[in-house]
């Protein structure tokens, strides 16, 4: 019996422990949003022979991986330099735990002025936590109502707890069946995360047990690549056809696209530090 009783007690300190150090992780990553934050909207202020519009929340800002640029839109832009040969001006509008209302009120209105030659949507993660499937249709058939044909949007990623998984898998039936009535490719990014099963949450999730590492950015980058990469094939000219001597190819000529993803290109010289509490940015779910 004293044995047993230990055994509990130790069970309930470590619990503890765990908690504790979850929440631990947790106050380290709010205090990256303000740095991520800044970041991105010195990138948008960057020059680029073409735009890549981002719409989502804390996981576009690439809260959970070690530097901004080592998120999964980080990733996708240097995918995008190296397939193109060109350079590429990132307009970051994702906002940390923003919701799928959220983004409609406080993106797309930014979204409708721009003219982006790349288009990424994931957004809805932050949804789950208070789902209504109503209020999260009308967002989703607002944000595909505002996109061009080329946009790309992921459904929602595997969150591996039964509950979650019941309102993720009606949330990715409405991201699919509204897209499909625009016309819009859906990358699979709930796939692509399952398959990485439970253990993952141990390999390629952040301290906080809830956003991406540099691995699982990794993981979601790799959903939006086919996507993605058919995209620049088509409808994007790389560096050696979009000059003024070039000659007179098919804008969906093939560019020389890398097999596999780019490692991280180093973080530029500039990158501001924020000593700001501003949070505005992307979130993967934040």
């Known amino acids: 019996m004293a044995t047993a009783a230990g055994l509990g007690a130790a069970a309930v300190v470590n619990y503890r422990g765990f908690q504790r150090r979850i929440a631990e992780s947790s106050v380290i990553l709010n205090e990256t949003l303000p740095v991520h934050s800044l970041w991105w909207r010195a990138r948008a202020k960057d020059k680029g022979e073409l735009i890549y519009a981002v719409i989502g929340d804390s996981a ?7 530097s901004p640029h080592r998120g999964y839109v980080g990733i996708l832009t240097d995918h995008i ?3 193109t040969g060109r350079s590429v001006r990132v307009v ?5 735990g923003a919701t799928v209302a959220m983004a409609v009120r406080d993106q797309l209105p930014t979204f409708a002025k721009l003219t982006p030659d790349i288009v990424t949507v994931a957004i809805g993660a932050n949804d789950i936590a208070l789902w209504d499937a109503a209020v999260f249709e009308a967002g989703i058939r607002q944000v595909c109502a505002a996109l061009p044909p080329h946009a790309l949007v992921a459904d929602l ?3 591996h707890l039964p509950r979650n998984e019941r309102m993720v898998a009606v949330a990715n039936r409405i991201i ?3 897209a499909a009535e625009y016309q819009l490719r ?8 399952k398959r990485l099963g439970l ?7 952040a301290g906080d047990l809830f956003h991406p590492n540099n691995r699982g950015y990794r993981a979601w980058a790799e959903a939006f690549v086919p996507a993605l990469s058919a995209h620049l094939v088509r409808g994007i000219r790389p560096a050696d056809l979009a000059g003024p001597n070039a000659p007179n190819a098919p804008a969906g000529l093939p560019s020389a696209v890398p097999a596999g993803l780019p490692s991280p290109t180093p973080e530029p010289a500039s990158t501001p530090v924020a000593n700001t509490s501003e949070s505005g940015g992307v979130s ?3």
């Open 199 to 205: 253990r993952s949450v141990a390999t390629h999730v």
């Open 81 to 83: 330099r190296l397939s």
């Open 92 to 96: 970051n509008l994702s906002v940390s």
């Open 284 to 286: 993967g779910p934040s």
């Open 157 to 159: 990623p595997c969150f």
């Open 60 to 66: 576009a800002q690439g809260i959970g991986a070690s």
């Open 186 to 193: 859906v990358v699979p990014l709930h796939a692509t995360t």
């Open 176 to 178: 699919r069946q509204v």
